[in-house]
């Protein structure tokens, strides 16, 4: 009993959790991974295009709501969600046929892109800010538990609770539609083949007339995809706030370095190295061993690796021994 | 001279926009915004240092900005003994095994050959000590935190004056970059600019929580200074004696005694703190126009030539025989003790270490943002951008509310579209931050005053 305990214990605050957060920044990772695939330049704009995105659907739903429209015990926000793409998808043309393409054009050499990057995030960040404000909102309605705790508690009798909000089943299963939608889109159709040819190799990919006006226009449409939907995800499970927006980016690009930079698979898989890794290292193990150990070999402290102010810290670390070791990433990177 | 007259025009027009703020605002928001200009201006010359001359990015500059304001908290706060007696002897432990630790790691990396056993050997000793050193550092600083936590509960420093901080600022900034460039200056430009980003955010992690060093984000506040203090300043004679005489032609307008009396204090205690402020301002401008000169000296060296041989062409550079890995490392802690220096000014004119204000977006974008508009490679254009971005930074907001009101002129003012951008005034400064630097990056790609190479 007392294993079967341990297992829900670890299962409710490390592995739930942590699935729906690395699935958060997984989806925010392919989406700098495809930006340096293809446009290849870091993106530093991408928390605050991932929070354009969520504030967008946050209008949206406001206007649903206010219409009276509802999913019942699904969020409202599901359904803004295709129109905020719309619109996102929108802003993210203008800003590429405004800044981005010239640059592009010129051939100006990646850290002159990213750079200007810098300039987007500026007025994007303004532009949330504008229009939305700087605090902290919350737009989840419907259920909130699809099990709450002592309801699990009185089913199978045990000590433990296992809580699983509706919003970290909705996170993975759109997240594992989302991805699997976009490697069925990269690898078996024609465009998602030729987007391919064209990060690996430019100058290849035009000589067997790939239009390169197309693959960018798909990329920022597929990005503008990815960062409404992890923006809003992550907003629905947590709250929207754009300064923790713009925080998320680092841990985003951990996640897209650590699986290789240019790989969206292994920005994938990245993105729950990242969350793993932050849960598992921060995680205070006391009532853990509680469960699993005689009385007498009972730890006094919280056996805690580190303190959970590190959390941010323990991507970076993660992120720095692998630069450092395997610049390429664990899976080799560049290459979609 | 007609050479240089872009130069001195934008200086002039720059200082021409201070004194108007003096003018129409007050003198003391005019001087605020000039000390922290200079203060700028010596982040953007570490900045330029490296991505000027040698084409390096670093985002990390908040990083050596919070650990130049550390230096100013160790040097100037008064040791706290009870705090020493009480975990001293276990962080001096700690150090020592670290230093241990550290020394055992080179040993086994300069002894053996590279192979799988050796990597394993270092991971175990990395892991071990760091459990060891837990050990050892947790009941010390738990004993150091609860010593008086509301006003102590950390080491506190040496007790000197806090000038000295600015060089050991220096020296800590140029320690961490040491460390960071032996690290990641391999790597190529854009996950340079990542790691580095990443890094920093570590390094504020840290000092954020480990409140025996820092006191975390209890703050440090009343750091001593090396200026005269406002209320001190007020009860001196010959201070008095000074307002009297700038102000003699306003207070002989005043017939009535205590009338007189009363305008004078009140010109005292604006005195006082204009009279702080250009204490502070002489200082950081001492400050200013040595780095720019050793700044220029350098640029026209052999070492600078070399450096943007090294920036333009690499790998033509190596074939000269220059050592490019090495350069780089040393341009790369030049730069960043740089930017320590200003993270010491910084902490110095406030009198107090906030580290939870260290954000990105402040201390690393904003002044890259500087960097790039006033003109990469060239430090006169570095410096103009430090002061052109810092002014627009602050006066921003007014700016903005005054288009705000111009353009909802028609609007009724309870209307809630002009309550909501009146509101959100305050986030104009990084509309105009974002605009101003695609436009720059755009049409003026080298800046305003870009780089100019005369062989003299």
């Known amino acids: 009993m007392d294993y079967i305990n341990a297992i829900v214990l670890l299962l409710n605050y490390i592995f739930v959790p942590a699935l729906a957060y690395g699935s958060q920044l997984a989806l925010g990772a392919i989406f700098v991974t495809l930006i340096y695939g293809i446009l290849r330049f870091a993106n530093f704009a991408t928390g605050d295009m991932m929070s354009f995105g969520t504030m967008v659907t946050i209008l949206f739903t406001w206007y649903f709501q206010s219409l009276g429209i509802s999913l019942g015990i699904l969020p409202t926000a599901l359904i803004a969600i295709p129109f905020a793409i719309i619109f996102m998808v929108g802003y993210m043309l203008l800003i590429d046929k405004f800044v981005f393409k010239y640059y592009r054009v010129s051939k100006s050499p990646p850290v002159q892109l990213a750079m200007v990057s810098i300039g987007v995030m500026f007025v994007t960040q303004a532009v949330v800010r504008i229009i939305i404000g700087p605090s902290d909102r919350r737009f989840f309605d419907g259920e909130k538990f699809l099990i709450k705790a002592s309801e699990f508690k009185e089913m199978t009798g045990l000590n433990e609770g296992l809580a699983i909000k509706s919003t970290q089943v909705i996170t993975i299963v759109v997240t594992l539609i989302l991805v699997s939608a976009l490697f069925w889109f990269l690898n078996k159709t024609k465009t998602g083949k030729s987007m391919r040819a064209y990060s690996d190799n430019e100058d290849l990919a035009l000589l067997s007339g790939i239009d390169p006006k197309k693959i960018v226009m798909i990329t920022w449409i597929i990005a503008g995809v990815l960062a409404t939907i992890g923006g809003a995800l992550y907003g629905l499970d947590k709250s929207f706030k754009p300064f923790t927006y713009f925080n998320n980016m680092l841990p985003i690009f951990a996640a897209a370095i650590v699986g290789g930079i240019g790989n969206p698979f292994g920005a994938f898989l990245g993105g729950y190295v990242i969350a793993f890794s932050e849960i598992l290292l921060t995680y205070a193990y006391k009532k853990f061993f509680i469960y699993l150990l005689p009385e007498s070999l009972e730890p006094n402290s919280l056996v805690q690796l580190l303190s959970t102010d590190y959390k941010f810290a323990v991507s970076f670390s993660i992120l720095v021994i692998v630069l450092l070791y395997r610049p390429s990433g664990i899976f080799k990177g560049k290459i979609l | ?456």
């Open chain 2, 1 to 456: 001279m007609r050479k240089n007259l872009n130069v001195i025009a934008a200086y002039t027009i720059m200082m021409g926009l201070i004194i108007l703020v003096g003018i129409f605002q007050s003198w003391n928001i005019a001087l605020s915004i000039f000390n922290l200009c200079l203060i700028s201006a010596v982040m953007t010359m570490g900045a330029n240092i490296q991505w000027g001359y040698a084409g390096l990015i670093n985002f990390g500059i908040m990083g050596y900005t919070a650990l130049g304001g550390l230096a100013a908290v160790l040097i100037s706060v008064d040791p706290v003994q009870e705090a020493w007696s009480a975990g001293g002897s276990n962080i001096l432990l700690a150090l020592l095994l670290i230093i241990g630790m550290v020394l055992a790691i080179r040993y086994m990396l300069k002894k053996y050959e590279k192979s799988k056993i050796r990597t394993y050997i270092i991971a175990t000793i990395i892991i071990a000590g760091i459990i060891i050193i837990r050990f050892v550092s947790e009941p010390g600083i738990e004993a150091i935190e609860e010593v008086d936590p509301a006003k102590t509960g950390f080491l506190g420093g040496f007790g000197l004056p806090i000038i000295f901080s600015w060089i050991v600022g220096a020296l800590f900034a140029g320690g961490l970059a040491f460390v960071i460039g032996k690290v990641a200056l391999g790597l190529r430009a854009d996950y340079l600019a990542i790691a580095t980003l990443l890094i920093s955010e570590i390094v504020i992690a840290i000092i954020k929580h480990e409140d025996w060093l820092t006191r975390g984000v209890k703050n440090v506040i009343g750091l001593k200074r090396p200026a005269p203090y406002e209320v001190n300043l007020q009860q001196t004679d010959w201070f008095i004696n000074l307002v009297e005489k700038f102000n003699l032609s306003k207070l002989n307008l005043i017939t009535d005694l205590t009338e007189r009396q009363a305008a004078l204090n009140q010109f005292v205690i604006e005195g006082s703190s204009i009279f702080v402020k250009l204490c502070y301002s002489g200082l950081f401008l001492i400050v200013v126009i040595i780095l720019l000169i050793l700044t220029q000296k350098a640029l026209y060296s052999p070492w600078g030539r070399m450096m943007r041989a090294i920036r333009d062409n690499e790998e033509a550079a190596n074939a000269m025989g220059k050592n490019v890995v090495k350069q780089h490392l040393l341009i790369f802690v030049l730069g960043s003790a740089i930017v320590g220096i200003a993270g010491a000014m910084l902490v110095t004119q406030d009198g107090l270490f906030t580290p939870g204000s260290y954000r990105p977006m402040r201390y690393t974008f904003l002044i890259w943002v500087m960097v790039i508009v006033g003109g990469s490679g060239n430090n006169f254009g570095a410096i103009l951008g430090g002061f052109v971005v810092w002014f627009l930074w602050i006066e921003s907001a007014p700016i903005g509310l005054y288009l705000v009101n111009l353009t909802t002129a028609g609007l009724a003012d309870t209307h809630f579209l002009k309550v909501h951008l009146i509101e959100s005034v305050p986030y104009f400064r990084f509309l105009m931050m974002g605009i101003g630097l695609l436009l720059i990056m755009r049409y003026r790609p080298k800046g305003i005053l870009p780089e100019k190479i005369e062989i003299k």
